[in-house]
């Protein structure tokens, strides 16, 4: 395993700077079947956040939020619907790291929505978060048993 890359007219250029295993999780909401490997800021060790290529925005809840409450608010009062029902929050800016097991950790400067009141896991949500990076999934075609999330920063994304 290694590097993914894309064409372009000089051949292929490498864009995965790492890669980390996914697989499901178990969660306070069930089961989560791509859970991958994060960290909130600098605040605290490694988390398994739920990548959900439908929600709407990242997600954090319960005492993580409270405790990210005082980082400089980009929008106050947001609402979003999910399948448990209408969460409200403030949206602020923060660096999630996606952690590698092989290659370089890659942090997202980030939009987030804080919602005390979700009690679900850490959710890496699409507007804010995986719409500012390049990333593609192995379910173990490549290396029969081990499911692969490779991840990078591409030179042409903005974010």
Known sequence: MGQLGKRNKNGLTAWSTGYAEFGPQETSIGKIMVGVKCQIENLRGQDVGFLDTGAELPLIGGELARW???????????????????????????????VADHGENLPIESSVLLAEEWDGPIVLGYDGFLNRLRFAFDPGLYAPGERIFYFGKDANLVG
């Open 68 to 98: 990210l409450g005082n980082y400089p608010i980009e929008k106050e009062d947001v609402k979003i619907v999910t399948r448990f029902g209408e969460l409200s929050g403030n949206v602020v800016r923060m660096t999630i790291t996606l």
